[in-house]
């Protein structure tokens, strides 16, 4: 068996209304913040929001909004130059997963001598960071509870992975209310984009029985909740349990590496600026059918936690019917099930193949794959 290791020094609040004390975590690590958020979240007055509970509380605090869809490095260093000048103590990131890692990124390059180009280039943080605190507003982010940061390059649009200072996430807020706003098909695709990095944490070689068993309940949650919470976005149930499933992949994944899928989509997502839940989607049952073999058990242990029956006997027929309950699911969510679909070139993806092989976690893949492998699953997606 392999050996587990695992820390979260950050603090996990969950639950419905649980934002409401923000003023009193913030208490904790400092007076002066910057909220790290997207302009979007003015429409469901998330913002107005969180900035009614700083006030209460009587905190300092400076709106940083800019972080844009597809953003890159260069809104960190706008945001690096707000923090310095306003002496920030606490960075608050409030929003999906783009916002959260530039949030964070910001609260890893403020108390540094240079800029976050320093770090894309592989030196490390050496001094303290400030102290960061997370707020999700989607129920996905597989980086919330490891100190890995996902940046798109602005000089040359390549998403890169690096490491900030240790334990650099103070705690997590997780209110699944704040879901509640999500439009119908973009709460879809984050939910499959959770179930991706769910599956390929638990497929991974450097799983254990500890994550298995938080990715394994994220697995079911979504297998049980997934349709409800995209047909009935008022049912507040369903979001309290994909945002949990959310918390149990992240939770997973602080033993355990995500795979194939997350890698090509963040290399795709990146360079293309195709929104990288979409990619998810098309890539999951590629990703799947590729380790039948190496991981039949684990697979078919997917179908049956998302609740597909069969009647067939060995684990590789029962993996196979699964991946076909999977891409039914997909398909009646009305999800992108090819890459074609998403107005890519297949001559593109040569250079995308290489990006995504560079990632740390294609190192921990249940079954080895070539870059010529990786590029005839692209084919087969495509």
Aim: proline share 4%; hydrophobic share 40%.
């Amino acid at each position: 068996m392999a050996d587990i290791s695992f820390s979260i020094p950050a603090k996990i609040r969950f639950g419905l209304d649980v934002v409401n004390r923000i003023g009193t975590i913030i208490s904790e690590y400092g007076e002066r913040v910057l909220l790290v958020t997207e302009a979007i979240l003015y429409e469901g007055k998330v913002i107005e929001r969180i900035q009614g509970l700083l006030e209460k509380k009587g905190v300092q605090y400076i709106i940083f909004d800019e972080v844009v869809p597809n953003a890159t490095s260069s809104v960190i260093d706008d945001g690096v130059t707000l923090a310095r000048g306003s002496h920030a103590e606490v960075v608050i990131g409030l929003g999906g997963m783009r916002t959260l890692s530039v949030a964070k990124c910001i609260a890893m390059t403020a108390p540094e001598s240079g800029d976050i180009d320093d770090f894309l280039s592989g030196v490390r943080p050496k001094n303290k960071p400030l102290a960061y605190i997370e707020i999700p507003t989607t129920c996905r982010n597989p980086f919330m509870l490891v100190d890995d940061y996902l940046v798109t390059d602005s000089k040359d649009r390549v998403a890169r992975i690096g490491q900030s200072q240790k334990n650099i996430t103070r705690a997590v807020i997780v209110d699944p209310k704040l879901t509640v706003t999500l439009p119908a098909k973009y709460a879809a695709t984050t939910i499959i984009d959770t179930l991706l990095a769910a599956v390929e944490g638990y497929i991974s070689n450097r799983s254990n029985h500890l994550s298995d068993t938080f990715l394994t309940g994220a697995i079911e949650l979504i297998g049980k909740t997934v349709k409800q919470a995209v047909e009935q976005p008022e049912d507040i149930r369903a979001r309290i349990n994909t945002s949990m499933a959310g918390v149990l992949t992240a939770l997973g994944l602080t033993m355990s590496k995500q795979g194939i899928g997350a890698a090509l989509a963040y290399a795709i997502n990146g360079r293309f600026m195709v929104p990288k839940s979409w990619l998810s989607s098309i890539l999951l049952p590629h990703v799947m059918e590729y380790n039948i073999n190496s991981s039949a058990d684990k697979l078919a242990r997917i179908g049956a936690l998302m609740g597909e029956e069969t009647e067939a006997e060995s684990s590789v027929e029962k993996a196979a019917g699964g991946i076909e309950g999977i891409r039914r699911l997909i398909s009646s969510l009305g999800l992108p099930v090819r890459l074609r679909d998403c107005d890519l070139e297949l001559d593109d993806m040569i250079d995308i193949v290489g990006t995504a092989r560079s990632y740390d976690m294609m190192n921990y893949l249940p079954r080895i794959i070539s870059t010529e492998d990786l590029y005839e699953l692209v084919k087969t997606a495509y």
